[in-house]
């Protein structure tokens, strides 16, 4: 029944009906927790013949020693083999350690206290802004926030970020500096920007020559799917337009292997690379390259494209189980659209405006913990408290249809408050 066209005794009727099956889900003392997008045990066991590779008789000796000191930019065996999966040459990229977060952070702050390009610092221009595609990453609206930028909300729709008020921005402000994206496999829509987005990005002409693309495919080979939407390469679009300076890539290991002990690393032009590894060369003497050279180790054995069809194989399921436990419980009622994404961690819900809050804090109140409404927008604020983002991929398939279920019954029940 479509909830909208019912009289308000029909509601009223609903709303007592969902609220007896909301106790029932109550009264079971459940204790689930969808907030983030881990990966699952099964998901990590796929990783665990990476340590039958490594014993005391291994020889770590290949390019470097990788037991010892140096090479700041990573054990070139994995750079080599992370840059024929992206499409760039090996001194296009570096490596870190486990974090792709961390080293975005990093380079902000490198931003804000030594500048890009020879401007001046960041920190020292006044007061700047950030663009935020929505709905997008909380952790990455925090960094931005921490460092005191204002951050603009960007529209998406199926094709990523809305072009025209991206150029429009960039090209016209010069208190813009940077911008978010989440180019394959957004968090949380699952937003595959087309090619006519990547090449829009690649042809800016910032009015700030400080303005940089914080380009994060954290998801660039998670496909639930035979990968059908490819993404076109933003560097190498870039430099084909001499403007390979404008983005920075990052990416990790993080779902691929392991979640915090994995690799992490960053793609840019040579001049960028060049400029952090100066910096960074300061700050450390290399990163864990025993890591770098186990990962490389495992992807002979295990090439990345074969370890992530194993990963589909697990999370495939548990996606379309939260399409099915939506379609069966709220499809009908006209109170809830949803994204239904071909990769990625995550699938974003839009509820009927005003009901996000209310939603996640029914489904706490029954032991289900949502991503609190409001993350996926800057400052924890969405304008229309209707965005709630799903992350299906760590509970068990029972437990998932439990916490959908609870998820469907609180969503009703605040549209029926709503609507009466
Ligand atoms: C878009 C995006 N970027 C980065 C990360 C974190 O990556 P890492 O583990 O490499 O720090 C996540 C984790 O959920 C994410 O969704």
């Known amino acids: 029944m479509d909830y909208k066209l019912l009289t308000k005794e029909k509601l009223q009727e609903e709303l007592e009906a969902q609220k007896k099956i909301y106790q029932e889900y109550k009264a079971a003392g459940l204790k689930l927790n969808m907030a983030r997008g881990k990966p699952c045990k099964e998901q990590l066991d796929l990783s665990m013949p990476m340590f039958d590779l490594i014993s005391s008789a291994t020889n770590l000796i290949a390019s470097a020693d990788m037991r010892n000191y140096g090479e700041a930019m990573g054990a070139l065996e994995l750079r080599e083999y992370f840059a024929g999966y992206c499409g760039v040459q090996t001194q296009e990229i570096m490596l870190s350690d486990s974090s792709s977060l961390n080293i975005m952070y990093d380079t902000l702050q490198r931003a804000m206290q030594f500048g890009i390009a020879g401007a001046p610092p960041l920190n020292s221009q006044g007061k700047l802004k950030w663009l935020c595609p929505v709905p997008g990453y909380d952790r990455h609206f925090a960094i931005t926030e921490l460092f005191g930028f204002e ?242 991929t760590l509970p068990p398939l029972e437990e998932l249809e439990t916490a959908m279920k609870v998820f469907a019954v609180s969503a009703k029940i605040s549209a029926l408050e709503k609507l009466i």
């Not at 292997?257 to 690393?265: E, N, R, W, Y």
């Not at 910096?279 to 992807?299: A, D, R, S, V």
């Not at 109140?365 to 991503?371: K, L």
Request: glycine content about 8%.
């Open 151 to 392: 951050l603009i909300g960007i529209p998406m729709d199926e094709n990523g970020p809305d072009m025209d008020l991206v150029e429009h921005l960039v090209q016209n402000d010069a208190s813009v500096k940077g911008i978010w994206c989440v180019p394959k496999y957004s968090n949380p829509a699952g937003i595959v920007y087309s090619d006519e987005t990547v090449r829009r990005f690649a042809a800016l002409k910032p009015k700030a020559k400080d303005f940089r693309i914080f380009w994060d495919n954290a998801y660039m080979c998670h496909h639930l799917y035979n990968d059908d939407t490819p993404l076109l390469n933003l560097l190498n679009e870039a430099k084909a337009r001499n403007n390979e300076d404008i983005v920075y890539t990052f990416g990790s290991t993080s779902k691929i292997t392991f979640a915090g002990a994995g690799v992490s690393f960053i793609i840019a032009s040579k001049k960028n690379i060049d400029y952090l590894a100066k910096l960074i060369g300061i700050q450390t003497i290399g990163p864990n390259k025993i890591n770098h050279y186990l990962h490389y180790l495992f992807f002979q054995k295990e090439p990345i494209d074969t370890l992530m069809k194993k990963h589909s194989g697990i999370l495939t399921p548990k996606f379309e189980l939260v399409d099915r436990v939506l379609t069966q419980e709220v499809a009908d009622c006209g109170i809830m659209s949803w994204s239904k994404p071909k990769g990625g961690y995550f699938i974003s819900c839009d509820l009927m405006p005003g009901t996000a809050k209310r939603t996640v804090s029914l489904a706490r109140e029954c032991g289900v913990v949502f991503t609190p409404a409001g993350a996926t927008y800057p400052y924890g604020k969405d304008p229309q408290d209707a965005n709630i983002r799903i992350a299906p």
